[in-house]
């Protein structure tokens, strides 16, 4: 079996026991301990001065986590700049909020070209090398450059945007030819799959060819062939299940219940980001007290949002945006025995989160663009069977192409969103099951372990050329 090398911009932490709830760490783990291999990327550190050095190195069994230092430049021009300042929001189809500047588009292309330098003499000849996101486009192209042969793999966890979206990029085509460097491409969706082959039709003289949701686009452009293929990622849905039922005791949960003094509860747990849709989530609750009175000190919306970003100026606006809103709707609702909106900017672990996933009557995931959302999933997996909360979920999470039984909304109709919270709210409990049990046929059916075999799988049969 190939040994398996992961490049992510974040590498998990290496104590397993403190790992934070990314379903992506928890997959690419589990993958890494079955090949054994390297796990590469960003230390989380930023150092003064220039990025350098080798990478620090520690091994866990057969894996070895391999992590470089960020320069004080680097942090700025390639992950507050270039990552979270132009693809981010130019992913997730928010044009008005992109920055473009040459400058961090070079620290992006450097710091990649850095990363590939020192992941180079790591490599061995019949590796397989699987870089995540948005932040590392060029790595494959770099390590390519600098004679690597191995086959290479790419996923990206954003949504991917139409070409008239994609457009607005300068240099737009040079990004996409870096893309193409990799044997196997995989997004999360089959619509962010077809805007890949549409902006390949439109702006490039390449060619696809479509085999199928099953079989992906086989791609000829800039002198390579790949295969782009959609593999939605998922959760370890077992896993989950049985931690929910345990944390369904525990002191935390019955901290929360016992706060809730027989009230319902409506969840929400984002990343403080301005894709989640958190402004136009709190203005749906607030239209719900406001529409239906009788939810009035009967409902409590609680929303976990950890601060994200902090360094680029739109997460300091939507942070205060927040606060300012949470603090209005709160005044205007509150009784002395009773907040509406409970809004914290913290972080919690797994089996705190999947007790609270339990307690609550309905997840509120509404992004206003996401690639998957995990959150989704996992409010599903946490549910007891016998008495299941209701999802509602935006059209616009990739998790809507697959979870079809939710309630799904347009999270930017407020009023709409807050019809389906009294419908949720209201709903019976015959019909609340049979929409649990069909989402977790699909949960189960695709789990994690689904999801990176298959990708590991068509990663094996590369090169495709
Ligand atoms: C999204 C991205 C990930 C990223 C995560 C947290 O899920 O797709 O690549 O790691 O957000 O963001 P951060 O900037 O803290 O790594």
């Known amino acids: 079996m190939s040994r398996l090398v ?45 990025s350098q050095g080798e990478p620090t190195r520690t091994d866990v069994g057969r894996l070895t986590y391999a992590t470089l230092d960020l320069g004080r430049r680097d942090f700025e021009e390639y992950y507050n700049g270039f990552a979270n300042q132009t693809l981010w929001p130019l992913f997730h189809y928010r044009l008005g909020l992109i920055e473009v500047s040459r400058r961090t588009r070079e620290g992006y292309k ?46 990206l966890h954003t949504p991917f945007p139409a070409p008239e979206i994609l457009v607005a990029l300068p240099n737009h085509r040079e990004l996409i030819r870096e893309l193409c460097n990799y044997d196997l491409v ?75 003094v027989g009230r319902r509860l409506i969840i929400g747990v984002d990343r403080l980001d301005y894709s989640k849709g958190l402004p136009q989530r709190f203005q749906a609750f607030e239209q719900l007290l406001a529409t239906y009175p009788e939810h009035c000190n009967r409902v409590s919306f609680l929303q976990i949002a950890p601060p994200s970003r902090e360094d680029v100026p739109e997460y300091i606006a939507i942070k205060r945006e927040l606060s300012e809103l949470s603090g209005r709707i709160n005044g205007r609702f509150a009784e002395f025995d009773w907040v509406p909106i409970r809004y914290l900017n913290k972080s919690f672990g797994r089996r705190v989160l999947a007790g609270f996933y339990r307690t609550a009557n309905v997840g509120l995931v509404t992004p206003l ?56 709210l209201t709903m019976s409990l015959p019909e609340r099951k049979e929409r649990h049990d069909a989402i977790m046929r699909t949960l189960r059916r695709h789990d994690i372990g689904w999801w990176r075999e298959t990708y590991v799988d068509a990663l094996t049969r590369a090169p495709y050329g």
Request: charged residues 25%; aromatic residues 8%; hydrophobic residues 40%.
């Open 369 to 424: 663009r996401d690639g998957m959302n995990l959150v989704a999933k996992e409010y599903v997996a946490c549910q007891d069977p016998d008495d299941p909360g209701v999802l509602v979920l935006s059209t616009f999470a990739g998790a809507a192409r697959e979870l079809g039984e939710a309630l799904i909304v347009n999270p930017f109709d407020i009023e709409a969103v807050a019809d389906a919270l009294q419908r949720a």
């Open 110 to 155: 450097r710091v990649n070209g850095y990363f590939a330098e020192r992941l180079a003499p790591l490599l061995q000849p019949d590796d397989m090398v699987w870089v995540h996101d948005y932040h590392l486009i060029p790595f494959g192209e770099e390590l390519r450059q600098r004679g690597c042969n191995q086959r290479m793999g790419f996923f």
């Open 186 to 260: 995989g997004f999360h969706t089959q619509v962010d799959l077809r805007c890949f082959a549409d902006y390949i039709r439109e702006e490039t003289d390449g060619t696809v060819e479509d085999r199928g949701p099953e079989g992906g686009m086989m791609i000829q452009a800039f002198g390579r062939t790949l295969l782009a293929k959609a593999f939605p990622i998922s959760i370890d849905t077992a896993n989950l299940e049985s931690l929910a039922q345990t944390a369904a005791r525990s002191r935390h949960t019955e901290r929360l219940r016992e706060s809730l």
């Open 6 to 50: 992961v490049v992510s911009n974040r590498v998990a932490p290496i104590d397993e026991g403190k790992q934070a709830a990314g379903g992506l760490a928890v997959a690419v783990l589990a993958a890494l301990k079955k090949t054994g291999g390297i796990w590469f990327g960003w230390s989380g550190n930023v150092v003064e001065g220039d």
